[in-house]
């Protein structure tokens, strides 16, 4: 039984390293921003995205799932997909080029932070109680998971900042801080990514997951990534949510 034990902890901290890599690198993310490097603070924080899928995956094929394990794992998605991008944006929504450089109007941006923030939490934590409990859903999320709204806001940021898009994107990322925190608290129903009934969608599904960490390493096509996030989100909500779908 202590063999045991010793063994399961032993295979936990291989998922739990990579947790904590990619807790490491999101407030990396936010040092580089301190000193105005937003692009490679939001390339950082697209690693780990492909980190948060990593260390699911390993605890899985490693049978290495614990209750400790999901709860550093939630707090590292709270400071990776939800302040680190905040913090980010809120820097870079201050500077020169924005039109919230001046007070009050950075009121109008650490506002909408602030709430994206705060339903990030509420949704990591509602989400950790339905685990505990056996309430959760196999094949559907229930409001859109903190990597998604995380992974939207920073592919957004790369663009914005490799095409000097500021000016004219500033005025609609608040509302968008607003939007998503929202639909992470919301009820709507969100399928996972998995195998599908439908062949395309799953050789579609196969291409992205081979082409997208090719991508973030190389740090190219951030505008793919941005669409890959709006259109899982826009499709996936409208599927799920239309009348006669099985959630389960």
Known sequence: METTSRTQRIRALVPNTITCTSLVLGLVSIFFSFHGKFEQAGWLLMVCVLLDKLDGTTARLLGAGSEMGMELDSFSDLITFCVAPGVIWA???GSAESP???WPMRLLVYGPVAFFVLTGALRLAKFNCAAQSGEGLKGFFQGIPTTLAGATMTSLLVVVCRHELL????PYVPPLF?????LMVSRLYLPKVGRRKSR???YFTVFNAVTVPVLILLRELPEYLLF??????TVGLTWANRKGVEIQ
């Open 200 to 202: 395309p969608v799953n």
């Open 167 to 170: 000016p004219v994107a500033a």
């Open 228 to 233: 890959l996030a709006l259109l899982y989100m």
């Open 178 to 182: 607003v939007l998503l925190g929202l």
């Open 91 to 93: 820097g870079l929504l």
């Open 100 to 102: 919230f450089a001046a």
